[in-house]
């Protein structure tokens, strides 16, 4: 869990006020690196709010391999990572939703 912006100032201002970032991991009970970290973001962004991390988009929309499943049911997983740009395995992961392949023995050369 995130510590508050108002418990994060208050470690700042007293590590400010002591000058001594050890001394303040002690009375308030976390780690040095916490507080570096802190102060690194305070730095950087000037602010203390907590950092929004966002997800990657999606390499296989859903949509797209739905429509293209229903195109080409007949399809090898090969073929259909190599239309997507990615991993077998990826499109096994993301149509195990819908229990849409079936599995299909390897054609030979």
């Known amino acids: 869990m995130a510590y508050s ?11 400010e006020r002591t000058g001594s970032i050890t001394e303040a991991s002690h009375v308030f009970q976390i780690s040095r690196n916490t507080i570096y970290g802190w102060l690194k973001l305070k ?21 797209r391999l739905k429509n293209y499943l229903t195109d080409n049911p ?4 090969t073929e ?3 239309e997507f740009g990615c ?3 990826t ?3 993301r149509s195990k939703l819908w229990a849409t392949l079936e ?6 050369l």
Do not use: W
């Open 43 to 63: 730095e950087k962004t000037g602010e203390l709010n907590h950092q929004v991390k966002g997800t990657k988009p999606r390499k296989v929309d859903r949509d």
């Open 5 to 15: 912006i108002d418990f994060r100032k208050k470690v700042l201002s007293y590590c």
């Open 74 to 77: 007949d399809a090898y997983l």
């Open 87 to 89: 991993h077998p395995t």
């Open 91 to 93: 499109i096994t992961m």
């Open 103 to 108: 599995k299909k023995e390897p054609h030979l």
């Open 80 to 82: 259909i990572a190599s």
